[in-house]
């Protein structure tokens, strides 16, 4: 398995030319004795991820394996044990850069690695930002649950006219706002709001209509988000906020929902949407359910 591990690492560093990739989808359980790992390269950090914890002999030859193989490019191992309550964070060598940005197709995304369960960037929603950046041009367009503005970013880039960030969190949306200046994108043409999406309707319909929504909510989250209640009130909401012919990127991303769940709720409640393309996170995510890893969908109003 380390042999495994450290040759992925050396093809993938060699490939990546500074920009962020997934080094090994263990969670995808594609590779046996593996599905409780991720490992993930943000130029010039490797992310180690840890769902279970290790036998601490393996973790040390992992730590040192990879230290050799990574010595001039890699400047820290930082692991997480999402295994442990907080989901703490510890350099196993070297230290953490800052600041540290993801560059991901020519844009750039703060990072905030071990100050939080997630550092600020999902990886696998690479082919959702591609595609926003490619349908948005001359559009106004709906981010919710906007987290760091990553769509916003990629929508601007795309040739935008607006996009309306929404996000209940707002120190995440001040990370978005730096995710634009980043970027040298105009913040005149973005805006961040921090409401909640369910008390927000309203206010969204007077700003709108929208020719773009994007809709990449959180799995289950406490009192604030569960799916098999918040999803149908979402979907049937959409009429009341698109343009006539606007079109809807909806993604989920939680093995315990799966690419199944949507698209039955998309038909339940949203049955005048055409299904125009429905993706998967791509070869660096592979999984033996496909189901269960991301699965977006992009669909126009019929």
């Known amino acids: 398995m380390l042999d495994f591990i450290f040759r992925r690492t050396a093809t993938v560093l060699d490939a990546s030319a ?26 010039p950090l490797l992310l180690l991820i840890l769902y279970r914890e290790p036998d601490p ?56 690695p071990g100050k939080a369960q ?5 990886p696998d929603m ?10 948005s041009s001359g559009r106004r367009v709906l981010n919710l649950f906007a987290y760091t503005c990553g769509f916003s970013v990629a929508a601007l880039a795309g ?22 200046e980043l970027n040298g994108l105009d913040l005149r043409r973005a805006r961040f709001l921090a409401h909640d999406l369910f008390k927000s309707f309203g206010q969204l319909r007077r700003h709108g209509p929208y020719e773009l929504i994007v809709v990449d909510p959180p799995g289950n989250q406490g009192r604030s988000f569960q799916a098999s209640r918040d999803w149908p009130k979402i979907l049937g909401r959409l009429d009341q906020l698109l343009a006539p012919d606007g079109e809807v990127v909806v993604a989920v991303s939680t093995p315990e929902l799966g690419g199944g769940f949507l698209a039955g709720a998309l038909t339940r409640h949203f049955p005048q ?5 429905r993706w998967t996170a791509g070869e660096d995510f592979p999984e033996r359910d496909a189901e269960k890893g991301l699965n977006l969908f992009h669909l126009r109003r019929g």
């Open 273 to 277: 949407g055409e299904l125009l393309g």
């Open 118 to 122: 997630n550092l600020g960037f999902f």
């Open 57 to 112: 002999d393996w973790l040390e030859k992992l730590a040192l394996g990879l230290r050799q193989r990574a010595r001039d490019r890699a400047h820290c191992l930082l692991v997480q044990y999402r295994c442990r309550p907080a989901s703490p964070s510890f350099c196993l060598w070297g230290e953490v850069p800052e600041p540290l940005d993801a560059l991901e197709a020519g844009l750039r995304f703060r990072l905030h």
């Open 159 to 180: 040739g935008a006219e607006e996009v309306i960030n929404l996000d209940m969190h707002r120190p995440s949306l001040e990370i978005g706002r730096l995710n634009h």
């Open 126 to 135: 690479a082919v959702g930002r591609q595609l926003v950046r490619e349908i």
């Open 18 to 43: 500074g920009e962020a990739r997934r080094i090994l989808h263990g969670r995808g359980q594609c590779f046996p004795g593996l599905d409780f790992v991720t490992l993930d390269w943000y130029p």
